[in-house]
Protein backbone atom coordinates (compact mmCIF):
# COMPACT_ATOMS: atom_id res chain seq x y z
CA UNK A 1 0.00 0.00 0.00
CA UNK A 2 1.66 3.20 -1.11
CA UNK A 3 0.75 6.37 1.30
CA UNK A 4 1.34 9.86 -0.06
CA UNK A 5 1.93 12.71 3.03
CA UNK A 6 1.96 16.69 2.04
CA UNK A 7 3.23 19.16 3.91
CA UNK A 8 4.16 23.03 3.23
CA UNK A 9 0.57 24.31 3.25
CA UNK A 10 0.19 27.63 4.81
CA UNK A 11 -1.12 31.18 4.70
CA UNK A 12 1.27 33.67 3.01
CA UNK A 13 0.56 37.45 1.03
CA UNK A 14 0.29 38.10 -2.77
CA UNK A 15 3.95 37.77 -3.84
CA UNK A 16 5.33 35.56 -1.64
CA UNK A 17 6.72 32.04 -1.87
CA UNK A 18 6.05 28.59 -0.72
CA UNK A 19 7.57 25.22 -0.72
CA UNK A 20 4.87 21.86 -0.72
CA UNK A 21 6.68 18.83 -0.14
CA UNK A 22 4.72 15.30 -0.57
CA UNK A 23 6.84 12.26 0.71
CA UNK A 24 5.39 8.85 -0.63
CA UNK A 25 5.97 5.34 0.95
CA UNK A 26 5.32 1.69 0.90
CA UNK A 27 6.10 -0.43 -2.13
CA UNK A 28 6.39 2.36 -4.88
CA UNK A 29 6.90 1.39 -8.76
CA UNK A 30 9.98 2.55 -9.55
CA UNK A 31 8.43 4.08 -12.96
CA UNK A 32 6.20 6.35 -12.08
CA UNK A 33 4.55 9.90 -12.28
CA UNK A 34 4.64 12.55 -9.38
CA UNK A 35 2.32 15.16 -9.85
CA UNK A 36 0.44 18.34 -7.84
CA UNK A 37 -3.04 19.05 -8.08
CA UNK A 38 -5.06 21.48 -6.61
CA UNK A 39 -8.65 22.30 -5.77
CA UNK A 40 -10.47 25.19 -5.09
CA UNK A 41 -13.98 26.06 -3.62
CA UNK A 42 -16.66 24.80 -6.10
CA UNK A 43 -14.67 23.69 -9.17
CA UNK A 44 -12.93 21.00 -10.12
CA UNK A 45 -9.43 19.52 -8.79
CA UNK A 46 -7.12 20.58 -11.79
CA UNK A 47 -3.04 19.30 -12.35
CA UNK A 48 -0.53 21.83 -11.02
CA UNK A 49 2.60 20.24 -12.22
CA UNK A 50 3.72 16.64 -12.69
CA UNK A 51 7.05 15.11 -12.85
CA UNK A 52 7.85 11.48 -14.00
CA UNK A 53 10.49 9.34 -12.52
CA UNK A 54 12.77 10.60 -15.59
CA UNK A 55 12.41 13.67 -14.67
CA UNK A 56 10.30 14.84 -17.37
CA UNK A 57 8.25 17.67 -15.93
CA UNK A 58 4.86 19.55 -17.07
CA UNK A 59 3.08 22.66 -15.93
CA UNK A 60 -0.58 24.22 -16.24
CA UNK A 61 -0.12 27.04 -17.92
CA UNK A 62 -1.21 29.26 -14.89
CA UNK A 63 1.68 28.45 -13.05
CA UNK A 64 4.37 28.23 -15.62
CA UNK A 65 7.57 30.53 -14.88
CA UNK A 66 6.08 30.64 -11.20
CA UNK A 67 6.42 27.15 -9.77
CA UNK A 68 8.92 24.77 -10.09
CA UNK A 69 8.83 20.83 -9.43
CA UNK A 70 10.79 18.39 -8.39
CA UNK A 71 11.82 15.40 -6.95
CA UNK A 72 14.10 13.11 -4.92
CA UNK A 73 14.12 9.53 -6.30
CA UNK A 74 16.04 7.97 -3.58
CA UNK A 75 14.10 9.52 -0.79
CA UNK A 76 10.07 9.15 -2.74
CA UNK A 77 10.10 12.68 -1.73
CA UNK A 78 8.27 15.40 -4.45
CA UNK A 79 8.55 19.36 -4.51
CA UNK A 80 6.39 22.31 -5.75
CA UNK A 81 8.27 25.38 -5.22
CA UNK A 82 5.82 27.91 -5.86
CA UNK A 83 6.96 31.92 -5.97
CA UNK A 84 4.92 34.80 -6.93
CA UNK A 85 1.67 33.49 -5.11
CA UNK A 86 -1.66 34.92 -6.40
CA UNK A 87 -4.79 35.15 -4.12
CA UNK A 88 -6.34 32.63 -7.39
CA UNK A 89 -3.50 30.38 -6.42
CA UNK A 90 -5.31 29.96 -3.37
CA UNK A 91 -6.59 25.95 -2.88
CA UNK A 92 -6.23 22.84 -1.57
CA UNK A 93 -2.88 20.81 -2.62
CA UNK A 94 -3.08 17.24 -3.19
CA UNK A 95 0.05 15.00 -3.85
CA UNK A 96 -0.53 12.34 -6.99
CA UNK A 97 1.59 9.36 -7.76
CA UNK A 98 0.88 7.22 -10.91
CA UNK A 99 2.53 3.65 -11.34
CA UNK A 100 2.65 3.40 -15.14
CA UNK A 101 3.59 -0.60 -14.94
CA UNK A 102 -0.30 -1.59 -13.21
CA UNK A 103 -1.95 2.15 -13.76
CA UNK A 104 -2.65 2.36 -9.97
CA UNK A 105 -3.12 6.16 -8.60
CA UNK A 106 -2.69 7.54 -5.31
CA UNK A 107 -3.80 10.65 -3.33
CA UNK A 108 -2.83 12.33 -0.21
CA UNK A 109 -4.74 14.26 1.58
CA UNK A 110 -3.76 17.33 0.91
CA UNK A 111 -2.25 20.85 2.21
CA UNK A 112 -4.16 24.07 2.16
CA UNK A 113 -2.54 27.19 0.76
CA UNK A 114 -4.06 30.38 1.20
CA UNK A 115 -2.80 33.56 -0.46
CA UNK A 116 -4.10 37.14 0.51
CA UNK A 117 -4.58 39.60 -1.35
Known amino acids: QVQLVESGGDLVQAGGSLRLSCAAS????????MGWYRQAPGKQRELVAS???????NYADPVKGRFTISRDNAKNMVYLQMNSLKPEDTAHYYC???????????WGPGTQVTVSP
Open 96 to 106: NLLEFRIGRTY
Open 26 to 33: GNIDSRNR
Open 51 to 57: ITSDGFT
